[in-house]
């Protein structure tokens, strides 16, 4: 094998997974919520020399030389998160949204401090405390939940518990809760108690940056995301925080949680915030909620339940339980997943099944709003969803899903 080999003749079993993985992505409806295709100049940026370089450190403080490139695009992903979001200081090196949140605790928190968050089943993240993941394991967590009836939070009841709890850390946001998260009024209940406030934007950070979603920076004391979800940037993380905890946060980050930054993610962060912060960035936005608004409209058309009735977002969270009692998340995953609709199960408040089968399906609208899909699509797309979910098993149901989602990607490919 030689080193300047192209990758089908040095690698070629890379090289076909890689081929399938495109034409998979081609050819199917990615409607997973916290998927989207990163545009061509974002992978180019994230394929590049820049995984080589090591720059453990920060923008001209780094513990390697020749670091004057990375020193500038770690500057530009900087300058260009600022624009989208504001924030006194920014941190863009986490690997992923996981890692900005474990930094936040590590800089905030001593093992056994308490944090006050939404539960996974409700809505939250596994790194919001929950008992397998580490901050679930470190800290002492209590949880909130929507309320059962409306599928919304109850903010009285968060008081309500966390006057009882007494928290340290309020975490607010979600992975799977439809609504707006009401960031003010989780902040006014974090000062009742003497708590800081963690506002998780991950899955709506194109959102926020774009103003189709309230901003919890200059509110919360901490704001983190992942850059790969509705922003559309590279992959990873990022934090952003008030001035006073700068120090403490980016010791947490590097050298306390991770090594060396991944250079050419930074890259691709880099790149993907200088797209977002176009006019065609802030009208996908508007699309990817119009399109999820019309998908949840033609969803109920047709009898579907789904948590809090609708969504303010990028999703709509299918509740089965009441339309299709004997279906569960896992089943219709299946079914949809194997005529191109790439979607995930998913609890729904309330959940009496396992992580594993669910009574729920999460549908998001980032990734067909990037291939171009308006409401005549998400209608499709809805007629589609709802066949497959009343006959699950009829192959002739199948055969004409599978002949939509085919045309539908024909007609708008991803990647020219
Ligand atoms: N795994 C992501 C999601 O699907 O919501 C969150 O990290």
């Known amino acids: 094998m030689m080193f300047q080999d192209e990758l ?10 890689l081929a399938d993985e495109r034409r998979r992505q081609e050819t199917t409806l990615s409607m997973i919520a916290s998927e989207n295709h990163a545009s061509p100049a974002v992978m180019e940026a994230q394929g590049s020399v820049l995984t080589n370089k090591y720059a453990e450190g920060y923008p001209g403080s780094r513990y390697y030389g020749g670091c004057e490139h990375v020193d500038e695009v770690e500057r530009l992903a900087i300058e260009r998160a600022r624009e989208l979001w504001g924030g006194d200081h920014i941190n863009v090196q986490p690997h992923s949204g996981t890692q900005a949140n474990m930094a936040v605790y590590f800089s905030a928190l001593e093992p056994g401090d308490r944090i006050l968050s939404l539960s996974l089943s409700h809505g939250g993240h596994l790194s919001h405390g929950h008992h397998v993941n580490v901050s679930g394991q470190l800290y002492e967590v209590e949880q909130y ?16 518990r966390a006057e009882a709890f007494d928290p340290d850390l309020v975490v607010s946001g979600s992975s799977a809760y439809p609504r707006e998260f009401d960031f003010d009024h989780i902040d006014g209940i974090a000062r009742s108690v003497d708590a800081l406030h963690l506002a998780d ?3 709506v950070t194109g959102l926020v940056a774009t103003g189709l979603h309230d901003n919890p920076v200059g509110t919360a004391d901490f704001v983190t995301g992942s850059t790969h979800k509705t922003i559309r940037a590279g992959r990873g993380g990022i934090v952003i925080c008030e001035e006073t905890h700068a120090d403490d946060l980016d010791s947490a980050v590097f050298p306390g949680s991770q090594g060396g930054p991944l250079m ?8 993907g915030f200088g797209q977002a912060r176009s006019e065609d960035f802030a009208a996908y936005a508007e699309r990817v909620v119009e399109n999820a608004s019309v998908l949840a409209s033609e969803l109920r058309e047709r009898d579907v339940s789904l948590v809090s009735g609708g969504t303010d977002k990028h999703f709509v969270l299918v509740d089965l339980r009441e339309s299709h009692p004997e279906l569960t998340g896992a089943d219709a995953e299946t079914a949809l997943n194997d005529v191109g609709i790439v979607v995930n199960k998913n609890t729904v408040p309330g959940e009496t099944r396992s992580p594993f089968v669910t009574s729920g399906v999460r549908i998001g609208t980032p990734a067909v709003t990037t291939r171009g899909f308006g409401p005549a699509e998400m209608t499709e797309v809805a007629e589609t969803v709802v066949a497959l979910l009343d006959a699950p098993d009829d192959p002739s149901v199948a055969a004409d899903a599978r002949a939509t989602v085919e045309r539908l990607c024909s007609e708008h490919p991803v990647y020219e």
């Open 201 to 203: 934007i991950a899955h």
């Open 145 to 160: 939940e929507v309320d059962p009836e409306t599928g919304r939070i109850d903010y009285d009841a968060v008081r309500e």
């Open 8 to 17: 089908s003749t040095a690698d070629p079993a890379v090289s076909q997974a």
């Open 264 to 271: 050419h993610n930074i890259a691709g962060k880099a790149v």
